[in-house]
C-alpha cells in the first residue's frame, strides 16, 4: 500500500483537471506555497527546469546576436507615464513603493511589470547615431503584476521570465525582428518542449498595450484550453516618439527608431505540465528533463546489486543520470520516478545481471525494454531520442483532434456549448464580433494563424465578408 501512495493522492485529470495540476505541481515538488500572498516558492525540482529551459533560449537568443543586460527594478512613475496606451494597460495590476527609508518618496516608483519604459530610457541616453543601431538585448528577471487569482506558474504577483528590447534604424528590420524571435519561440517549444503551437498575430483587442502589432504562439493544453505561450511585439515608432529616441541617419538627418520586445515566463513550465502530464504525475521531454535517466536497483541488498547499478550510472555519465540507492521499497521509487517525469527508469536486479542485461522503462508510454549492459549506452540515446519525437508527435495528434472549424454562428455555438479546443472561424475584422463571441461563449481570439485557411467567404459571428480566418478558443 505505502509503494502506491504518492500516485493515490493525485486527482486524475478526466475527473478535475484544475485539482489534477494543483496536485502535479505540489506532488512533484515543483512549488511550494509561502506567506507572501499570491507569491510562490519555486522548489529545486521546479527550478531546474526552468534553468534547462533558460539555457536553451539564452543559447537560441545568443546566435541571433542577442546580449544580456540588466536594468532597475524600480520605474519612477513619471517615467512609466510617458506612453498613454502603455500605461492604461498596466495601470490595474502595477505595485507602487511609496516609502523609502521612512521618508515619502516625491516621485513614487512602481516595481516593474515590463520594463519598455526602461529600455527606452536607457536607449535614449545610448543611441545618437546609425552606428549605434541596432541594439539587440535581452533581460533575465522577475516581474510582478498585481494579479487576483494566482495558480502555480500560470499566474502569480511575481514571476520570473526573459523580457528582449531592441531598437532598429528602419522599420523593416525591427519587423523582421519580431517575426525572427517568434519563430525562435515556436522552434523552441516545439525542437525542445515538444509541444506544437500555433503562430500568429493577435488581434487590435489582445494585443499588448502599446504595440503596433503582436505576434504569439499558442499552445493547446490537455484539456482543451489554449495557453499563449510567447509573444513578440512590433513597437513602430510609437514608444521612440514618447521617448525622444533619436538618431542620425547616414543623410545627416535625425530620425526616429523603431523597436521589438519579446518574452516567456515561467508559464512555461505550467505548458509542459499541462501538454505532457499524466494520472501518474508529470512527463518531462527528454532534452527538458533535467534528470533524464534514474537507475533503480532491485534487490539491492543482495551482493554486487549496487555495485552494477553504479557501474551503469558510469557508464551513463553522457546523459544526465542519476542512481537511487535510498532504502524506499523499489515500488516507491518507480512511482517517485513517474511522478517526477523523469523520462527513462532502468531495472536492475539478482536475475537481471545473471543474464547481463537491464530493464529500461519508458515514463510516456511505459515500454519496457530488455537491454544487455553491452549496447545500453546505445540504446538510451536511441530511446530518448525516440520519446522526444514521440511525445511532439502524440501532443500534434491530440491538438489536431481538439481542433474544430465552423462556417456559421450556430455551429460555432454549439462547438463551444459541447467541446473546449481551438474552433478556426472566419472574422470580418470588426471589433465588435469579437466583443460579442466573447459575451456570448466567454471565448477569445487566440491568433490569426500565419498559415491562413479558407473556411467560408463571410464572418461567422455577423455574416459580413471575412477578412481573416481565426482561432478561438478558451484561454488561461
Ligand atoms: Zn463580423
Known sequence: MADKKMVEAITSMEEDFAQWYTDVVKKAELTDYTSVKGCMVIRPAGYAIWERLRNELDKRFKETGVQNVY???????????????????????VAWVTEGGQQPLTDRLCVRPTSETLFCDYYKNTVHSYRDLPQVCNQWCSV????????????????????????????????????????????????????PVIKGKKTEKEKFAGAEATYTVEALMHDGKALQSGTSHNFGDGF?????????????????????????TTR???????????????????????????????????????AKAAELKDMLSDFRVKLDDTDKTPGWKFSEQEMRGIPLRIEVGPKDIEAGKCVVVRRDNGE???VPFAELKEKVGEILAQMQKDMLERARQRRDSQTYTAKNYEEFKQIFAEKTGFVKAMWCGDRECEDKIKEDLAVTSRCM????????DVCVCCGKPATKMVYWGKAY
Open 240 to 264: 521612440a516618439k514618447a521617448f525622444g529616441i533619436q538618431f542620425t541617419d547616414q543623410n545627416n538627418t535625425l530620425q526616429y527608431v523603431h523597436q521589438t520586445s519579446w518574452g516567456v
Open 449 to 456: 494563424p500565419n498559415d491562413q485557411e479558407k473556411i467560408s
Open 368 to 370: 519496457k525494454t530488455d
Open 71 to 93: 536594468l532597475p527594478m524600480f520605474i519612477p512613475e513619471s517615467l512609466l507615464q510617458k506612453e498613454k496606451d502603455h500605461v492604461e494597460g498596466f495601470a490595474p495590476e
Open 144 to 195: 510582478v503584476r498585481w494579479e487576483k487569482e494566482t495558480r502555480p506558474f500560470l499566474r502569480s504577483r511575481e514571476f520570473l521570465w526573459q523580457e528582449g528590447h531592441t531598437a532598429h534604424a528602419t522599420a523593416e528590420e525591427a519587423e523582421a525582428r519580431t517575426v525572427q524571435m517568434l519563430n525562435v519561440y515556436a522552434d523552441f517549444l516545439e525542437e525542445f518542449c515538444a509541444i
Open 268 to 306: 512555461l513550465i505550467g505548458a509542459i505540465i499541462m501538454v505532457h502530464g499524466d494520472n501518474s504525475g508529470l512527463v518531462l521531454p527528454p532534452l527538458v528533463a533535467p534528470t533524464q535517466i534514474m537507475i533503480i536497483p532491485i534487490q539491492q541488498k543482495k551482493d554486487g546489486v549496487l
